[in-house]
């Protein structure tokens, strides 16, 4: 397992925090990005018994992944656990049914019969995910949207995307892309996106988007993070930020009107700006709903968890 990180866990969520050696039921759950994949032995309550994260390769990704998933195993077998299913949340165009990863950009897949590999490779029953709406499946069962059957989480790191529940049940859409929320062309006649349109949220409104915006209009080459922390003694920094949470206050004012949702839940490294994100946020969005209450804006409750708790979540089904 070399390049690898494995740490056991004690009970981080859920009820089900037994013991290493009780042969209580497990799972074992990856989330897949395009610059690590997160995996996690899960139990029932959605405690993380261990974990286990390594770099996603440049080359053979299902590779690495299945081998990801033996490892995760042995893991288990060592604690003694019985596992009785798999799951793997994963970014882009998904039939969730089927298991076929469409188009993901970041993973260079086309067409990918994902659930018949791992099925094959595990010989467990599995279940394929999208890796944002594993994550907000996670966040209604163990996070900031408990008890809520009408809510939009909006993860907003390199880009940004949103899974979207209504009466309890998850938007997918007719091809699989509901929720691309970052590509909501909020600025008319504004600046070009990667995907070819122009005026997208996500080109002023994510990690990427405004560490490039604060630098082309003059300033230092700074990660988001450290263009927040100049707010206040950094005019350019003031503006860029101000634009950003703009054009968020502006998606969010329209998910609000079309959905309704209850509460609105961040998540990924850009919500972690705390005051900075949350006050002129709420302030905004409450001006541009001019005759209804806003929804409640909170921060996640399981953070860079949440996918692969998603994924734990969506094996126990496959497993039942």
């Known amino acids: 397992m070399s390049g690898t990180t494995v740490a056991a866990l004690p009970a981080e969520q859920g009820d089900g925090g037994e013991a290493p050696g ?15 994949m997160k995996g996690a032995v899960v139990a029932e ?6 974990e286990l994260t390594r770099p996603t390769p440049g080359g053979d990704i299902l590779g690495a992944l299945v081998t990801l998933f033996h490892d995760l195993r042995e893991v288990a077998g060592v604690a003694e656990r019985e596992v009785v299913g798999a799951g793997v949340a994963t970014p882009g165009m998904l039939d969730e049914q089927r298991g076929i990863v469409h188009y993901a950009s970041n993973l260079d897949w086309r067409d990918v019969p994902l ?10 029953p599995v279940a394929v995910g999208h890796d944002v709406r594993a994550a907000g499946l996670a966040e209604r069962t163990f996070g900031a949207a408990q008890g809520s059957d009408d809510f939009v989480l909006v993860p907003i790191g390199t880009g940004v995307a949103a899974a979207l529940v209504t009466a309890g049940g998850t938007i997918t859409g007719a091809t ?7 590509h909501i062309p909020v600025v008319a006649g504004g600046e070009p996106c990667t995907c070819g349109q122009r005026g997208c949220l996500e080109v002023y409104m994510s990690g990427a988007g405004v560490a490039r915006r604060y630098r082309e209009a003059g300033g230092s080459a700074l990660s988001t993070r450290r263009i927040v922390a100049r707010l206040g003694s950094d005019p350019l920094a003031d503006r860029i930020w101000g634009d950003a949470v703009d054009v968020l206050a502006q998606g969010l004012t329209i998910l609000t009107l079309l959905l309704d949702p209850k509460v609105v839940v961040l998540g990924g490294g850009v919500s972690h700006a705390g005051d900075a994100l949350f006050a002129p946020l709420e302030r905004a969005v409450t001006a541009g709903l001019a005759w209804r209450e806003r929804p409640a804006i909170v921060a996640s409750g399981l953070g860079g968890d949440a ?14």
């Open 176 to 182: 699989g892309a509901a929720g691309e929320f970052g």
């Open 307 to 320: 996918g692969r708790t998603g994924a734990g979540l969506l094996a126990f089904t496959a497993a039942r």
């Open 22 to 36: 009780s042969g209580a039921p497990v799972v074992l759950a990856v989330d897949l990005g395009g610059t690590a």
């Open 45 to 50: 309550g959605g405690a993380v018994v261990a």
């Open 115 to 124: 659930l018949d590999i791992l099925q094959g490779e595990l010989d467990l």
